[in-house]
């Protein structure tokens, strides 16, 4: 059996209902290996506060099919989604989290990321309908951004592999 390197990417059924919201990041390194991740799972929207911008050298391709919104404020960019009916789930350690193998994602779910130090702020916790944590078995006490991100949305794809 031959294997051909780069095959082409599978095609979607149907187009993924998720969407990233990302507090601001202290690196736009980590923004651009989640958007280069969401791009690899055929998201095409993420939604950002702070100073983001991509690096097409870490982002590659997704450069040019995310769609990055950069919002002053994400508690009204919430607002919003729930009002088209996504369900707002934090990827966040709280005390009412859920763990990620075992979580089952809505398929219309908006993904709230933290930043790297401080992890979702005290307004954004408010906002969310639930919390959904990566199990961390040694230190430090979490993953990077970006990891726990594209550990997330494996966890969601594989859910939903076709759309």
């Not at 870490?58 to 919003?80: F, G």
Request: proline share 6%; charged share 25%.
């Amino acid at each position: 059996m031959q294997h051909l390197r780069h095959k082409p990417p599978r095609e979607l059924l149907r187009p993924r209902e998720l969407v990233l919201v990302c507090a601001p990041l202290r690196s736009n390194v980590n923004l651009s290996r989640i958007a280069r991740a969401a791009s690899c799972c055929g998201l095409t929207r993420i939604i950002a506060s702070g100073h983001a911008k991509l690096d097409r050298e870490v982002a590659r391709d997704a450069v040019d099919v995310i769609q990055l919104e950069v919002r002053r404020s994400l508690p009204p960019v919430i607002k919003q989604l729930k009002a088209e009916g996504y369900r707002i789930v934090g990827l966040e350690q709280t005390t009412n989290s859920h763990d990620l193998h075992h979580y089952a994602f809505p398929r219309k779910t908006a993904l709230v990321i933290g930043n790297e130090r401080t992890g979702l702020t005290e307004e954004l916790l408010a906002t969310l309908d639930e919390a959904i944590e990566i199990p961390v078995w040694g230190l430090p006490h979490s993953y990077n951004v970006a990891t726990a991100t594209t550990m997330a949305l494996y966890e969601y794809c594989k859910q939903f592999p076709d759309g």
